[in-house]
């Protein structure tokens, strides 16, 4: 059982690849392909398409491409609908998704909404005769999280998604219908797989992405991650913004160098106090003899390693190879 997928040219043909990979990725009756031809434009009116004209317009490129009637036909499309839903079938194997939005609601990209809801519609149309009956006997009160939940906002196909599941009552209606166990075995391994890997995606961003670091009220702020302050002392701050305002870094001798920037930063974080006092404050940090610098440095990467433990601090610690340039991961875009 082929199922053609397409695209109208808001859709991007490298995302409709990954879909592509990602739908195969279960055994099974089923087997999808990219279409080469793209969609015409004309289904867009006024920055919309209007569900019904759409599928009129892809019952004739059914026919212009000679595709065969027994297989499916999916277009995918960033343009909204007019009647503001998300994916649309008309009964006789092809669908239309909406597939925008979805960077308001997860990071994990639009690759798994838009895989599992062609699945979920591929089981509707097995299990339900026509448009009408399906539509009919769509969760519309409540977001159960089974896939048949009539879904208001994008949100709810995630709830969908991240369970995964099929209620008691849909269960019921798909058992009667004695589909092809290989077929449903399919389509079931998809649901929960698309599941693991959302999951599995958003868990990962939420570990690895980094907050941006501002200074607030002369405290080092992590603004991404609740407001988390890096507690430094105002020499430890001038030496740490030093290094943030960096691109390359600066091995120890470089440092000392920086004498004048240095001085600056210290004064804005200690203005009470005279430009002789902080002078006399850096020189003996930076004296090429004592090297308090070191200390200061591990000071500063011991606060952070305590904030954000040990795998988020890798990012923000002044680290570097002996001898060599030491500087901050994290850059400040
Ligand atoms: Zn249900």
Not at 101 to 122: E, K, V
Request: hydrophobic letters at 35%; a neutral charge; charged letters at 30%.
């Amino acid at each position: 059982m082929k199922v053609w997928l397409a695209r109208t040219s808001d859709y991007d043909s490298k995302t409709l690849e990954k879909v592509e990979e990602l739908l195969n990725a279960y055994d099974g009756p089923l087997s999808f392909k990219c279409h080469a031809a793209i969609m015409d434009d004309s289904i867009i009116t006024k920055g919309y398409i209007i569900p019904d004209k759409a599928m009129n317009a892809i019952t004739k490129f059914r026919k212009e491409q000679k595709i065969d009637s027994s297989d499916f036909f999916c277009l995918y499309t960033n343009t909204r609908f007019s009647n503001n839903f998300f994916t649309h079938g008309d009964g006789h194997r092809n669908f239309i998704i909406h597939s925008g939005d979805w960077g308001i609601y997860t990071n994990a990209g639009n690759i798994f909404p838009d895989s599992y809801l062609l699945y979920s519609n591929i089981l509707k149309s097995f299990i339900y005769k026509d448009y009408e009956t399906m539509y009919e006997h769509l969760h519309q009160d409540d977001s159960l999280g089974c896939y048949m939940d009539l879904c208001a906002d994008k949100r709810e196909i995630l709830l969908k998604l991240r369970t995964g599941d099929i209620c008691d009552k849909c269960l019921d209606d798909i058992q009667k219908e004695h589909l092809d166990g290989r077929l449903l075995g399919q389509i079931l391994d998809a649901f929960e797989g698309l599941r693991k890997q959302l999951l599995f995606r958003n868990r990962l961003e939420i570990e690895t992405r980094l907050s941006r670091i501002e200074i607030i009220k002369g405290k080092f702020i992590l603004i991404d991650y609740g407001n988390i302050e890096l507690n430094f002392s105002p020499v430890r701050k001038a030496i740490y913004k030093l290094f943030l305002e960096s691109e390359n870094g600066y091995t120890f001798a470089e440092i000392l160098g920086q004498e004048k920037r240095l001085l600056e930063l210290y004064k804005s974080f200690q203005p009470n106090k005279t430009v002789e006092e902080l002078s006399s404050t850096l020189n003996l940090i930076c004296d090429p003899h004592a090297m308090r610098i070191h200390e200061e440095i591990s000071k500063i990467n011991a606060e952070i390693v305590k904030k954000l433990g040990e795998r988020v601090s890798v990012n923000y610690i002044i680290s570097g190879e002996r001898g060599e340039k030491r500087k901050v991961n994290y850059k400040a875009n």
